[in-house]
């Protein structure tokens, strides 16, 4: 269903001999050093560039929210959709900042969005309650795939050249956890964790509510499409579809959050080059994500303490890789005439 071709290694190695040649004691430059090799492994290219950056934000909303797992009422998934348009929230802010193209998509907000600002790409008036039934159809699921990755390529077809994918969707924390026991098969209590801010009692209800879904369905990981129909989210279908599309364009993807980490984690089993294409940019203090991020194999860039989700982590991750990019452009001992040390 997906062709992601492989890193150039060969090119890795030209550019790791390179940076070698830059004034500067060798591997003093850090982990910035490793990220420009990488960068140029993804996109085959000697001096890669991440600039202009995309920022695609999926919304939609979560039938589980009936069991009561957030601090907030569903009806905010919509509310923010409408901030973000106007530019208010903090990913619009981060976006101008960093000179990203925006967009944000409702692929299954539970209400209709006035409006003509965002892109109406709704598949399903948000997912089935799935401690009850299925979260929705794998036709639908398929339908949200491929809305993440139509539009991922179309930022790409207009010159972006690193994506981040974001989420709103109250509830998803919820959902994310559940999918990332299916993955992982860890218990869902070392994964549960506060989302966007509820009490000790309330996390202790929502592990319940988690393990009701994963006894009624007994999700396979081998089987991605069945695994987002029984306790997927459409946004975060959405968001794999994308992060596919990125990695079949060679487009290096940085990773945002817990939601978007456990997204990078399906898309993974969609294909499992995909993940060559990942960053991770920040580690956010959901406890799902620090086993999301290895089990995808990646350290995070950044670890503020986050957990808005949006692409806000991503956002402000990457900066880091315009350090990385922009360290090509050094002087080499030679052509500054340095003299290299020895052993
Ligand atoms: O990205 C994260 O790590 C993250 C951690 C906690 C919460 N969120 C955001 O908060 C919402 C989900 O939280 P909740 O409590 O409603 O499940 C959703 O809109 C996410 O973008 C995001
Ligand atoms: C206000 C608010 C903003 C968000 N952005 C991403 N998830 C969010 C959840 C809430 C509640």
Do not use: W
């Not at 294909?271 to 991020?293: K, N, W």
Request: glycine residues 10%; hydrophobic residues 45%; aromatic residues 6%.
């Amino acid at each position: 269903m997906f062709n992601v071709p492989s890193l150039n290694k060969q090119i890795g190695n030209e550019v790791s001999a390179y940076v070698d040649q830059l004034t500067k004691p060798a591997g003093s430059l850090g982990r910035l050093e490793q990220l420009v090799i990488e960068l140029a492994e993804m996109t085959e290219a000697h001096f890669p560039t991440v600039t202009p950056p995309g920022v695609l934000v999926f919304a939609a909303d979560h039938g589980v929210t009936k069991e009561g797992i957030s601090a907030f009422p569903q009806e905010v998934t919509a509310q923010m959709v409408l901030n973000f348009v106007r530019g208010g929230a903090a990913i619009n802010v981060f976006s101008k900042q960093i000179g990203a193209s925006f967009a944000v998509i409702d692929v299954g907000v539970a209400t209709d969005i006035p409006g003509e600002d965002f892109v109406n790409e709704k598949v399903k008036y948000g997912t089935n309650n799935f401690c009850e039934q299925e979260a929705m159809t794998n036709e639908e699921a398929k339908q949200a795939l491929f809305v993440g990755h139509r539009q991922a390529k179309k930022m790409i077809e207009n010159g972006i050249r690193c994506l981040i994918v974001g989420e709103m969707g109250i509830g998803n924390t919820t959902t994310a956890s559940a999918l990332l026991a299916a993955i992982s098969r860890k218990p869902v209590d070392v994964l549960v964790g506060k989302g966007t801010g509820i009490s000790d009692e309330m996390v202790e209800h929502k592990r319940k509510v988690i393990e009701r879904a994963l006894a009624l369905h007994q999700p396979d990981p081998s089987a991605p499409l069945e695994l987002l129909s029984k306790i997927g989210g459409l946004e975060i279908a959405a968001m794999a579809g994308a992060m596919l599309a990125a990695a079949e364009e060679r487009i290096p993807i940085l990773l945002d959050g817990f939601i978007c980490t456990t997204a990078a984690l399906v898309a993974n089993l969609f294909h499992p080059h995909v993940g060559d294409y990942m960053i991770a940019g920040h580690r956010s203090q959901e406890p799902g994500h620090r086993v999301a991020l290895e089990l995808l194999g990646k350290e995070p860039l950044v670890d503020l303490g986050m957990r808005l989700g949006e692409g806000s982590g991503a956002a402000v991750a990457f900066p880091l890789l315009q350090f990385a990019t922009n360290m090509l452009k050094m002087a080499t001992f030679t052509s500054a005439q340095v003299s290299q040390g020895g052993e």
